[in-house]
């Protein structure tokens, strides 16, 4: 262990966080290096200043305020949104416009090879997809191609290209990593994979769930893809179904129970049509294209209201199932976000509290 | 507070019970808050979203941290997303420490200004280093628990906390005019 090793170790020799072999070993360094007594007694000092803020008083009473907010919305509104949360106001934009349901489905299960289907989607370990996006939104096109990986339970990677702008993704958990090759445009450089079966690329929850809400199917001419034989299905999102459902949940209580059913209002002119290729072998989805209108809406103190609509299409090949993919944090070795690399995406999950750990 | 118990009530819908984990964690929270956004009207509002979103979503998932650790990981999360101007930020410790000298030096110890010196100059580490440093040493989490709550390696906590010590000596040293 050398001078520059024991500087390492000086801070948690200053805490008390080393074993007794480093800690001996840095007493007898500090014994002959006046450079590391030096920068000790900085870090004791460092340590006992900023310690002492512990006894800084604290006189905030937020609980009223925050019990007030939770219990007065029922659907609790954050009291800082869209003021300091560029990142965040982008996604929700975003998910606007091409998520404009919060899908919670349930119900019977789709019939025959979609249901087996349904069962190999659910059992996958990995997963690889890759295809294409065009939207269309005031009669601008932006067409867009994309490469994703999945790995269970809730790990994915991938790029989106639109045009010349390079978008990487990692996603674990609640943690989205996001890579631009624009720099200048990072506030606007949120990934949209959700659980929602209207998402263009969803998550695998999502693509069961859009398995689980089809209706008016059809069986359409087999196909080979890839030189496999597949069944060739196309039906729609029971759009209605959805916001019936969600109508139902809202709170009648909530200060925003009326503008919300005004929002579902328009939602129900949302129209999605879905094809899918299931090979007739093992029954792995291989193939779907999905093309969704949307309104787009604004609200005001009018109302919510229908401004205009965007067309959404995404043509999706999925391949590579259960074959090893690995997706780590975009992190060095010592722990720091790799170059280019920014942590967006909420919170964390909840815990389960299964043991009290008190301050 | 028994913990356990306070979160079966509010996932088996008595909402009021949460009421119990704001009361008991608001202070560390706001504190932790503070020591990252360096506004306490900012880190009050913080705050509240952090227990908000911790209501919204301890009713439908689970995590293995504990409830402290959880609550700590979404601060974080919250303050990420605020940065304060640096320039704003010079002006307003500028303005504070005249404020606190000015006002209350012929009243109050020098306690008062050398800690309002501290705030200021931890506020202005950079934000990764400073999450580590207020966790530790302020809050006074473990390196183990902090590398749950970053989804770092302990290692990379020891280091933040280090190099994050000498930027705080650096701006102190400037911040308070304090010669080498």
């Excluded at chain 1, 340590?47 to 019990?67: C, F, G, H, N, W």
């Excluded at chain 1, 944090?329 to 750990?357: C, F, K, M, Q, Y």
């Excluded at chain 2, 930020?89 to 209350?104: C, F, K, M, P």
Aim: proline letters at 4%; glycine letters at 6%; a negative charge.
């Amino acid at each position: 262990m050398d001078h520059s090793e024991v500087q390492e170790l000086l801070l948690a020799y200053a805490n008390g966080d080393l074993y007794r072999p480093q800690r001996e070993f840095t007493e007898a360094h500090l014994a002959n290096c006046a450079d590391c007594r030096a920068d000790l007694a900085e870090y004791t000092w460092v340590r006992s200043q900023v310690t002492s803020l512990r006894d800084a008083p604290i006189t905030s009473d937020i609980k009223e305020a925050t019990m007030s907010t939770i219990q007065a919305t029922g659907t609790v509104t954050s009291p800082r949104q869209g003021l300091m949360r560029p990142v965040l106001v982008a996604a929700a934009v975003v998910a606007a416009i091409i998520v404009p349901l919060v899908l919670q489905l349930s119900g019977a299960g789709p019939g025959a090879p979609l249901a087996e289907a349904y069962e190999v989607i659910k059992g996958l370990q990995s997963y690889r997809m890759s295809g294409s996006t065009s939207v269309t939104a005031n009669g601008e096109t932006s067409e867009g191609a994309f490469e994703w990986g999945f790995a269970a339970p809730d790990r994915y990677h991938g790029r989106l290209t639109t045009g010349a702008e390079i978008q990487s993704f990692i996603i674990i958990g609640s943690e989205q990593y996001v890579r631009d090759s624009r720099a200048d445009q990072m506030s606007g450089s949120v990934v949209v994979i959700t659980d929602d079966a209207s998402s263009p690329i969803p998550s695998r929850e999502g693509t069961l769930q859009l398995l689980d809400s089809l209706v008016d199917v059809k069986r359409l001419p087999d196909e080979k893809l890839d030189g496999a034989d597949s069944f060739h299905y196309r039906g729609r999102v029971d759009i209605d179904r959805m916001v019936d459902e969600q109508a139902a949940s809202l709170d009648p209580k909530s200060t925003e129970y009326q503008e919300g059913l005004e929002a579902l209002v328009v939602q129900r002119s949302i129209k999605i049509d879905v094809e899918l290729w299931i090979d007739k072998g093992d029954y792995s989805l291989r193939q779907m294209r999905r093309d969704v209108t949307s309104p787009t809406t604004v609200s005001d103190a009018d109302g919510t209201r229908q401004v205009g609509s965007i067309t959404a299409s995404a043509l999706v090949r999925y391949h590579g199932f259960d074959e090893p993919v690995e997706i780590k944090r975009p992190l060095t070795s010592s722990g720091d976000l790799e170059d280019g690399w920014h942590l967006v995406g909420s919170g964390p999950p909840a815990p389960t509290i299964v043991t009290s750990e008190r301050d | 507070m028994d913990e356990a118990q306070v979160i079966a009530r509010v996932r088996g819908g008595t909402t009021e019970a949460f009421g119990e984990i704001v009361e008991h964690y608001q202070t560390p929270i706001v504190r932790y808050l503070l020591r990252m956004t360096g506004d306490v009207n900012v880190a009050e509002d913080l705050a509240q979203d952090t227990f908000i979103q911790a209501y919204k979503s301890i009713l439908k998932t689970t995590s293995e941290l504990s409830l402290k650790a959880w609550l700590y990981k979404i601060a974080t999360n919250n303050a990420r997303q605020f940065h304060r101007p640096a320039a704003a930020a010079l002006v307003h410790s500028a303005d504070r420490l005249r404020e606190v000298s000015g006002t209350e030096t012929e009243n109050s110890p020098n306690s008062v200004v050398e800690r309002t010196a501290i705030e200021e100059a931890l506020v202005r580490v950079p934000h990764e280093q400073r999450v580590c440093m207020a966790l530790h040493f302020v809050e006074g989490l473990k390196y183990r628990e902090i590398a749950d709550i970053v989804s770092v390696s302990e290692e990379a906590v020891r280091k933040r906390v280090a190099r994050g010590s000498k930027e705080f000596r650096t701006v102190y040293r400037a911040t308070s005019g304090e010669e080498d």
